[in-house]
């Protein structure tokens, strides 16, 4: 940075003439007129606001960077602004103007930075980049400029107004001359917007023909395929009677007869699944049910699954890969599956000798699924026609093989729905490579619709989005997956997940509510997580709110030494984040858990699971006396039968709920009742986990226990306890 000049203010004549040097400078930077007069009114508002309301300042005129750029700072040691953000944010003016003028300068600068702080002051940083055209001034350039600027005597302040008039004018002439042309342009706009209106009128029949068209395909093949399915299905059903021997033995040539029946009708019937799968993408009427899998277990699925597709003695190998470093998927594993088996299934009937070989690689935040195979390829000129309705392309196998033609088309569809796509590699004689690019989030869910929202576009919501009985937990997390873990995680707990992808994000959620804890990734892209902590706990408004790091480094040392109160290292399974997060939120806080229960073994059986642990346990042996104790002793969470006399469990849930004073205390359902689906819903609304006490294994009894527990918000000993 190189200081071009500096100029302090003390009387109202400074501030002229600080808009007399800066037209100078610029002037001599190579600045066009319109940009000096640009660069002159903005510095003689904000020099004139550091005279008003500060008594004088000092205004540094500078050339920084490359490509260079023409800086001024102006500073002032006032009182300072008290509404600055919400001046810049342009909701407040004085009555003086002063929010106005400042944000008439703001845009008239490429670059404008205010700071202000009560008592110290205020410094405003704003710069205009040189025009390209202009070559870069060198160091003894600049103190030319300096030297010439300082010879230069201050012009009468009166020449500097009739100046300052000559400009407005000249751009009130300009405006004029705009106005003029928009006039004309309004003109020929609204010429053309009626040969729109009727373009568009004639587009909206012909599209209403087509929809209607649409709709009557659609409907004719939905109808015929289920027209189909039923006599097939009888065929299908009527030939494996005949084979198996059912109503007597079979000659030879009527097996060979029967086999020949049920090849057909097999065809027929893939061909009618395929219509109607189609019928129903290009209707919209099929329904997307994303839920969360492992690539791992889809792929172990499909290798049972099309083993039977290999012909014994054939000289073609079936390779799946597992997966590696890929964790879960939310999307729809049933269409995924379908669009793996039909790559899979075309690549094993063309390929003669060999293998076939299928891959998945996570990029991002996609997964690549890959099916190669060894077989006969496909010819340029054809690897775009594959993918329409019903093509077949001729090929010495084609006549040995059966197929509809609808499988890839149906498979390019299916891959689209889930928001991914379809390429296809090939050379002929070498082989084919048919890749499907699957978001590891369906796009279009509305589970997560939420959380992947970003956080500018719900400032208003943040609160209202938050339940009144989880506690809410801040994530700084710039992947989108990784988000998605975290929800999962905190699903059902006594926390809610906040999510946040960059620190801009995260700052406003935290003008907006006062998190439980913080989960703080370091390893943000384009932002340093380092600096985030120590703002945070360099703020006496949030340096309280515990913050639990959780990076791919092993730098935990760095993370305590700036403040962070927990460390973890990625991947983070679940009862591990839980029960850290407990321990931060509830660390020196005693720990009571309410038993609710008319068995006194059972309530001596939980007592012992305890036994080991910091926790204080309280015991109800009936409702009433029950709803007594969570009033009166506030426990951390509360363990419920539902089949107790006189009043149940159900009721016991219903007043814990309806009482501001227990309606936020988590509570586990754990009884032997028998449910049905309702009741489980219903349950499940108001409760952080339903146990049976009828579990087979006293193991597993006791880690779903330990589960439901460390859900609530419990802080177990998981590394040191077996039991609970």
Same mark, same amino acid.
């Given at each position: ?276 799968? =189609?019928?129903?993408?290009?209707? +919209?009427? /099929?329904? %997307? *049910?994303?839920?969360?899998? !492992?690539? @791992?277990?889809?792929? &172990? ?112 569809? =299916?891959?689209?729905?889930?928001? +991914?796509? /379809?390429? %296809? *590699?090939?050379?002929?004689? !070498?082989? @084919?490579?048919?890749? &499907? ?288």
């Amino acid at each position: 940075m190189t200081i071009v000049f500096t100029l302090e203010i003390h009387y109202e004549q400074d501030v002229v003439q600080a808009r007399q040097r800066t037209r100078e400078i610029a002037e001599q930077l190579g600045f066009d007129t319109q940009d000096q007069a640009r660069l002159a009114t903005a510095v003689s508002e904000i020099a004139r606001n550091a005279f008003q309301y500060a008594r004088g300042g000092t205004v540094e005129f500078c050339v920084i960077g490359e490509p260079q750029a023409f800086l001024i700072r102006i500073q002032d040691q006032g009182g300072g602004i008290p509404h600055l953000a919400e001046v810049l944010a342009g909701r407040y003016t004085s009555v003086t103007g002063v929010g106005l003028g400042i944000m008439g300068s703001r845009k008239l600068m490429d670059f404008f930075e205010m700071e202000s702080l009560p008592g110290q002051g205020t410094t405003v940083v704003m710069s205009k980049r040189l025009s390209k055209r202009t070559p870069t001034f060198s160091d003894s350039q600049l103190q030319q400029i300096r030297e010439t600027v300082m010879k230069r005597s201050p012009q009468n302040p009166y020449e500097e107004i009739q100046r300052q008039n000559q400009e407005l004018l000249r751009a009130m002439a300009e405006l004029r001359k705009r106005e003029e042309e928009l006039t004309q342009l309004n003109r020929e706009l609204e010429d053309t917007n009626r040969g729109v209106v009727a373009l568009y009128a004639e587009l909206d029949e012909k599209a209403d023909s087509l929809q209607k068209v649409n709709e009557l395909k659609t409907r004719f093949l939905s109808n015929m395929s289920h027209e189909f399915r039923t006599p097939l299905n009888s065929i299908l059903s009527l030939s494996r009677m005949l084979l198996a021997r059912m109503d007597g033995d079979l000659t030879a040539e009527q097996e060979k007869q029967v086999k020949f029946i049920q090849k057909g009708a097999s065809g027929l019937s893939e061909l009618v699944n395929d219509l109607l799968d =189609l019928a129903k993408v290009e209707a +919209g009427k /099929i329904e %997307v *049910r994303p839920s969360s899998f !492992e690539v @791992s277990d889809l792929f &172990a699925t499909l290798r049972g699954m099309l083993r039977p597709l290999l012909v014994q003695g054939s000289s073609v190998a079936l390779i799946v890969e597992e997966p590696d470093g890929i964790g879960q998927i939310y999307s729809d594993e049933g269409k995924v599956a379908q669009i793996l088996r039909n790559f899979i299934s075309n690549a094993l009937k063309f390929t003669e000798q060999g293998e076939v070989r299928v891959t998945a690689v996570q990029r991002g935040h996609t997964v690549i699924f890959s099916v190669s195979d060894t077989g006969i390829g496909i010819a340029t000129a054809d690897q775009e026609r594959i993918f329409e309705d019903f093509v077949q392309i001729e090929s010495p196998l084609q006549k040995q093989v059966k197929g509809t033609g609808l499988g890839l088309p149906l498979s390019r569809k =299916l891959t689209e729905l889930l928001g +991914g796509s /379809i390429s %296809v *590699r090939s050379k002929l004689g !070498e082989g @084919s490579t048919f890749t &499907a690019s699957i978001p590891i989030i369906y796009p279009h869910g509305t589970e997560f619709s939420t959380l992947l929202q970003p956080m500018t576009d719900r400032r208003s919501e943040t609160i209202a989005l938050l339940e009144q009985t989880r506690l809410p937990i801040l994530a700084v997390e710039d992947h989108l997956e990784t988000l998605f873990i975290y929800e999962k995680h905190l699903q059902e707990s006594t926390y809610q997940l906040i999510a946040t992808r960059t620190l801009a994000q995260a700052r406003l959620a935290l003008q907006q509510l006062q998190p439980a804890a913080i989960m703080l990734d370091i390893m943000l892209e384009g932002q340093n997580g380092w600096t985030f902590l120590r703002e945070i706990k360099g703020d006496e408004t949030t340096r309280t709110i515990p913050v639990l790091v959780i990076t791919i480094i092993d730098n935990e040392k760095q993370a305590l030494a700036l403040g962070a109160n927990g460390f973890l290292i990625k991947p983070v399974d679940r009862l591990p984040l839980l029960n850290k997060l407990n321990t931060l939120i509830n660390q020196n806080k005693l720990q009571k858990i309410l038993l609710i229960d008319d068995d006194p073994a059972y309530r001596y059986l939980v007592k012992q699971l305890l036994v080991n642990t910091q926790l204080s346990v309280l015991e109800a042996m009936n409702g009433w006396e029950g709803l007594n104790l969570a009033q009166c002793e506030q426990p951390t969470a509360i363990v419920l039968d539902l089949e107790m006399p006189e009043f149940s469990g159900f009721d016991v849930l219903k007043q814990l709920k309806s009482n501001p004073v227990t309606q936020s205390i988590p509570v586990i359902i754990h009884s032997s009742a028998q449910l049905d689906a309702e009741a489980q819903s219903q349950l499940a609304k108001t409760s952080i986990a339903i146990l049976s006490k009828e579990t087979g294994s006293q193991m597993a009894a006791n880690a779903q226990l330990q589960d439901a527990l460390i859900k609530a918000g419990l802080v177990l000993d998981i590394c040191g306890q077996s039991h609970v």
